[in-house]
């Protein structure tokens, strides 16, 4: 496949193609490295195309910074057994330091505990930078991204219209109508639960109540409406699972309804990056995977109102993760998820910029697809991105690893991505929308269609979720919320086996084969067996139309590892009969 980095693109040969490392071994390879300054190296290497370097196929993008071993005139004294140094700490040998000294889950930190901290992350901080690390802010060229703004369409969509921003009073509400007011809307409301601020007129409702939504639609008479309102954050949306539902998943229902009736134009959702995933176990990606379902129905429906939508990854300005690192920092404890945890960012400029271009372009692409950023970069380390701000900061702060919590403890399934090298790698498009893949006229915009399943199963998911909820009040407490859960889990894997069902039996053989071979399905396939449900899903959908299979180049082979796989995981070992079963026709012809 191919990953798009922010200035090239980097080929991987196989699959599982890693970013190129930022240090360079010094027994690496026949070529002997030395670590030199990395702006005096870009400077004086990049510009030039016929260096070694460049035809390497290393560019300033991948922080490289190592040249070829120069002959050294310096002579250094021979050392003894007896006054050989000592060996220098590495970072990660100081970052099992740091797992010692606060383990995951150790609530209470005393005086002499955090002094040790702050010490060890010192020296940390000091070793990766002899080790050629945080030379550069993480999150420089992030926050140096753009989306271009089709700024001609977008007046022509804008100018003199009534537009409602639900969601106004958040961070990329409140920059949003900042860039609106800039194409001269005939009016600009902010409908929020938070007290208004800022540009445009203020109103307080809340989605959940469909009422109050429609009176506020039929007082403002808005032409456009941005549709930003969720609960947003992971961790949170675990804990209050029956607001997240109602909110995300209803809340999004009543905004559709109240479009269509009061003839809205243009109407954008801001979706997520997390609905690449098939299925899910966690609260917040299922209810955007459910109001993403409802917007793009709505938007196959037709009707007076075009209905589009955008995928966001991490906003940087707006992220958690962002800030609760300026938060520890001034506390002078920074509580991170884990050392080697990494996240997509995306900037606030191409966040609105998706936004109003989606208006802009409306009507251009398929009506069921969505709208992102194609730069995203490399995906961010945490730990690297807090360090550098203690450094930069100059203030003594520790930092520790307080272990994943629920809503973040993602695990992608290999399948998501597309391996065929037919398409271009983009993390928040998965596999099944790949093929249809677009970009906009600037080449900053990336866009794909989201899979449609049977005609009334999504009504049919939302009904029964409904239901549930109705059957398990408020005040029933955990074990209800549990219910809703498995409910809400539940509906998302029903529309994932309806899409499944529908989709070309050709690609959905390369997801399961992409997944579930025994080259990459780990030992006793213990990799796949983390991914049954969706292995499940994908199996049945395939068994439905064993037909269809005979004429795919490869079928025989590819379900043979299949069925290899499946044969390891108990809870798929009747599907590998089957799937065997299914190989006797293919291969007879």
């Not at 992030?142 to 703004?149: C, F, K």
């Not at 990056?273 to 990606?285: E, L, R, S």
């Not at 299922?286 to 429906?301: G, I, P, S």
């Not at 919590?405 to 391996?419: A, I, K, L, M, T």
Request: glycine content about 8%; hydrophobic content about 45%.
């Amino acid at each position: 496949m191919t990953l798009r980095t922010s200035s090239t693109s980097i080929a991987a040969s196989q699959p599982g193609g890693k970013r190129p490392s930022n240090n360079t071994s010094r027994n690496s390879g026949a070529r002997k490295f030395i670590l030199t300054n990395p702006k005096r190296f870009s400077r004086k290497f990049f510009s030039d195309w016929k260096s070694p370097v460049s035809r390497f196929g290393i560019t300033s993008r991948d922080r490289i910074t190592a040249v070829p071993r120069a002959p050294c005139p310096m002579r250094f004294p021979a050392f003894s057994k007896r006054t050989r140094p000592m060996p220098l700490q590495t970072s990660a040998s100081l970052i099992e330091e740091i797992k010692d000294l606060a383990p995951p889950g150790l609530a209470e930190l005393n005086a002499n505990t955090l002094a040790a901290l702050g010490a060890v992350t010192r020296r940390l901080i000091a070793t990766m930078k002899r080790e050629g690390r945080l030379s550069e802010n993480p999150i420089e060229l992030a926050m140096t991204r753009d989306v271009a703004l089709h700024h001609e369409a977008a007046l022509r969509r804008l100018k003199g219209r009534r537009v409602m921003v639900i969601g106004g009073e958040g961070c990329v509400g409140t920059r949003l109508r900042s860039l609106l007011a800039g194409l001269g809307p005939q009016s600009l409301v902010s409908l929020d639960i938070a007290a208004h601020g800022g540009l445009g007129t203020g109103m307080r409702v809340d989605i959940r109540d469909a009422a109050a939504l429609d009176a506020a639609f039929a007082e403002a008479r808005p032409e456009v409406v941005f549709h930003l309102a969720a609960i947003r954050e992971p961790g949170r949306a675990e804990v209050i699972v029956r607001d997240a539902v109602e909110t995300n998943v209803y809340g999004t229902a009543n905004v559709i309804a109240a479009c269509r009736r009061h003839g809205v134009a243009q109407a954008v959702y801001s979706s997520t990056g997390k609905c690449f995933a098939y299925i899910t176990d966690h609260v917040y990606t299922a209810t955007k995977k459910l109001a993403e379902a409802q917007w793009m129905a709505a938007a196959r429906e037709g009707g007076p109102t075009q209905f589009v939508a955008t995928r966001f990854t991490h906003v940087l300005e707006n992220g958690i993760v962002a800030r609760d690192i300026a938060q520890g920092i001034k506390a002078g404890l920074v509580g991170l998820h884990g050392s080697d945890r990494h996240f997509n960012l995306q900037n606030l400029r191409q966040a609105t910029h998706l936004l109003v271009n989606a208006v802009a372009l409306a009507g251009e692409q398929a009506a069921d697809s969505f709208w992102s950023a194609i730069d995203l970069g490399w995906p961010v380390n945490t730990l690297e991105m807090a360090l550098y701000q203690i450094d930069q900061g100059g203030r003594d702060v520790a930092v520790r690893f307080l272990g994943v919590p629920r809503g973040y403890d993602e695990q992608f399934f290999r399948g998501q991505f597309d391996w065929s090298g037919a398409h271009e790698y983009h993390p928040l498009i998965n596999a099944l929308e790949a093929p249809s893949s677009f970009t906009d006229r600037t080449g900053t915009m990336i866009g794909a269609r989201v899979p449609a399943g049977a005609e009334g199963r999504l009504q049919q998911e939302l009904e029964r979720l409904r239901h549930v909820l109705r059957e398990n009040p408020r005040d029933a407490g955990f074990v209800a919320d549990a219910v809703v859960k498995r409910a809400l889990l539940d509906a998302v894997a029903g529309l994932a086996a309806s899409a499944f069902a529908a989709s070309d039996p050709q690609r959905l053989l390369d997801v399961l084969w992409w997944g579930a071979a025994p080259n990459w399905a780990g030992p006793d396939a213990s990799t796949a067996r983390r991914f049954a449900p969706v292995l499940t899903l994908l199996a049945d959908a395939m068994l439905q139309r064993p037909v269809a299979l005979r004429d795919v180049p490869g079928a025989a082979e590819k379900l043979a590892d299949i069925a290899l796989t499946f044969r390891q995981i108990p809870a798929l070992e009747e599907r590998a009969a089957s799937l065997s079963a299914a190989l006797e026709p293919a291969v007879a012809n």
